[in-house]
């Protein structure tokens, strides 16, 4: 969705026109609501399960609650600054937070099934990697987002761009997760007659690794849309020039191109709603279920782990 920059008939600019049609009060309100009682019924599980790896996952629950709420504020005016970057930081940043408590729990379950040696990349060095990953990634899209309120051409385009590189990064890096979830799972399958020690764990475990295709899938989605939107905005500079004539509507000076951010059903359809099936998935078949039932078996490795630790 390119900003409107309005031009005044001297040719400077006089004000910013953030949206091309008026956010949906109802729309936005549902979503907060929807994920603020996510975040809310996360964080209850998160203390009988000991699963303190979903404090992100909480974060950016509230991000994406928060994130909400400032379309509810941008309802009010498509012209304020503070709304409109609160939530397209937050909207746009939030999914990071939950992405790191995913590549967490990859990691987690490799160890908690003892399918250490299926790893393309060590359990430990997958989440600081992944994590790492996660950084970049919210760092590109938080300076993209917040740049664009500056109302400079030059920057905005910039914003865009970097916005562009942080999800195609973010893209690439889950469907690489992808495949290491699916390589363990298959790996581990093919030797779960001899798993020893861990049989009590033998059941019910592919679900969980079920659990991880779906929320990784519904990533790859989400940043798939999203990053077509971005090429969109990148590919038209991201801004559109107007003036406003004496009865308030904006005459544009200049060919506004459509794009997928200019249909608000598509920010519902391939953002919202999907991160919230990210965050239901994780309820109902919460990671940390056969994680606490790995404790008792290999509670000294799995703590390890959690800890930073390394025990003989």
């Not at 609501?33 to 909480?58: E, K, Q």
């Not at 099936?277 to 509670?299: E, N, S």
């Amino acid at each position: 969705m390119d900003i409107t920059l309005i031009e005044s008939s001297q040719g400077n600019i006089t004000g910013v026109v953030y949206f091309t049609y008026t956010p949906s009060l109802s729309a936005a309100y549902g979503f907060m609501g929807m994920f603020a009682v996510m975040t809310i019924a996360h964080f209850m599980y998160m203390f009988p399960l000991r699963s303190w790896y979903f404090v992100s996952f909480i974060l950016g629950g509230i991000c994406e609650t928060f994130g909400y709420y400032g379309r509810t504020e941008c309802n009010k005016d498509i012209t304020k600054t503070g709304p409109w970057m609160l939530q397209n930081i937050l909207i746009l940043g939030a999914p990071t937070f939950l992405a790191a408590t995913v590549y967490m729990t990859l990691a987690r379950l490799t160890v908690a099934l003892g399918a250490e040696e299926h790893a393309m990349i060590s359990p430990r060095w997958l989440t600081k990697l992944y994590v790492l990953i996660d950084i970049i990634c919210f760092l590109s899209q938080f300076a993209g987002a917040a740049v664009q309120a500056s109302g400079n051409q030059q920057v905005i385009a910039i914003g865009n761009k970097v916005i562009l590189g942080g999800l195609v990064f973010q893209l690439v890096a889950f469907a690489f997760f992808l495949l290491m979830a699916w390589r363990i799972s298959v790996g581990f399958a093919k030797r779960q007659e001899n798993f020893g020690d861990g049989r009590h764990l033998q059941s019910g475990w592919r679900k969980y690794f079920w659990a991880l295709y779906t929320v990784s899938v519904l990533f790859i989605v989400r940043n798939l849309v999203r990053a077509v939107e971005y090429a969109q905005q990148a590919s038209s500079g991201g801004f559109s020039f107007a003036t406003r004539t004496a009865d308030g509507t904006l005459h544009y000076l200049t060919k506004h191109t459509a794009t997928l951010g200019d249909n608000e059903i598509y920010l519902y359809i391939f953002d919202a709603t999907m991160m919230f099936l990210v965050a239901l998935t994780f309820l109902l078949v919460h990671p940390a279920r056969l994680i606490k039932r790995a404790r008792t078996a290999k509670g000294e490795k799995l703590l390890s782990m959690e800890t930073g630790v390394t025990t003989g």
